[in-house]
């Protein structure tokens, strides 16, 4: 077994930690509303929810009035993704081997269900879920796909913490 190196050489994993600390707080803002069942569809004076119709009222249908399936989706990311970005935040700070197989699992699940479900849904879908602002939602959306597939490759081999990438 390899030496981890110090987290000053894995710059990428602090580039992770950053991101991934950004996701845990956009899953509360963003996830956690529709989960609840949170009426956003008009502008509000409560930030969270302002936040949310800002974003959602001219790019994000399916986001703005979420069917049940597209509700437990968001509530993956609110109450499942959310506590495991803590987990992975940690673990990429420490240098934490054990998270390679979370991680990978994570990647996995996220890319495929924002890659295939969201984004399939919001551009072939349903002319009523179809974004009318796809730049605005490819702004806000891609990184939900591309960093976990970024993570996905950082974790592709053993003892991820001994490399810098």
Same mark, same amino acid.
């Given at each position: 077994?390899?030496?981890?190196?110090?987290? !000053?050489?894995?710059? +990428?994993?602090? #580039?992770?930690?950053?991101?991934?600390?950004?996701?845990?707080?956009?899953?509360?803002?963003?996830?956690?509303?529709?989960?609840?069942?949170?009426?956003?569809?008009?502008?509000?004076?409560? #930030?969270?929810?302002? $936040?949310?119709?800002?974003?959602?009222?001219?790019?994000?249908?399916?986001?703005?009035?979420?069917?049940?399936?597209?509700?437990?989706?968001?509530?993956?990311? &609110?109450?499942? %993704?959310?506590?495991?970005?803590?987990?992975? =935040? %940690? &673990?990429?700070?420490?240098? !934490?081997?054990?998270?390679?197989?979370?991680? =990978?699992?994570? &990647?996995?699940? +996220?890319?495929? +269900?924002?890659?295939?479900?969201?984004?399939?849904?919001?551009?072939?879908?349903?002319?009523?879920?179809?974004?009318?602002?796809? $730049?605005? #939602?490819?702004?806000?959306?891609?990184?939900?796909?591309?960093?976990?597939?970024?993570?996905? =490759?950082?974790?592709?081999?053993?003892?991820?913490?001994?490399? !810098?990438?």
């Amino acid at each position: 077994m390899s030496a981890n190196l110090p987290l !000053r050489e894995r710059r +990428i994993d602090v #580039f992770f930690a950053v991101v991934f600390s950004a996701f845990t707080i956009t899953s509360l803002i963003a996830d956690l509303m529709p989960t609840l069942g949170f009426d956003f569809s008009e502008p509000s004076d409560n #930030f969270i929810l302002n $936040a949310n119709h800002w974003y959602a009222h001219d790019t994000d249908p399916l986001f703005m009035d979420p069917p049940v399936w597209m509700r437990i989706v968001t509530g993956l990311s &609110a109450l499942v %993704y959310m506590p495991f970005y803590v987990v992975l =935040v %940690y &673990a990429l700070l420490r240098g !934490r081997n054990w998270i390679q197989l979370p991680a =990978v699992i994570y &990647a996995t699940m +996220i890319s495929t +269900i924002t890659g295939i479900i969201v984004f399939g849904v919001e551009f072939f879908g349903e002319p009523q879920w179809q974004t009318p602002n796809p $730049a605005k #939602f490819l702004a806000f959306n891609l990184p939900y796909v591309l960093l976990p597939l970024l993570l996905l =490759v950082r974790m592709r081999k053993p003892e991820p913490f001994t490399r !810098r990438f």
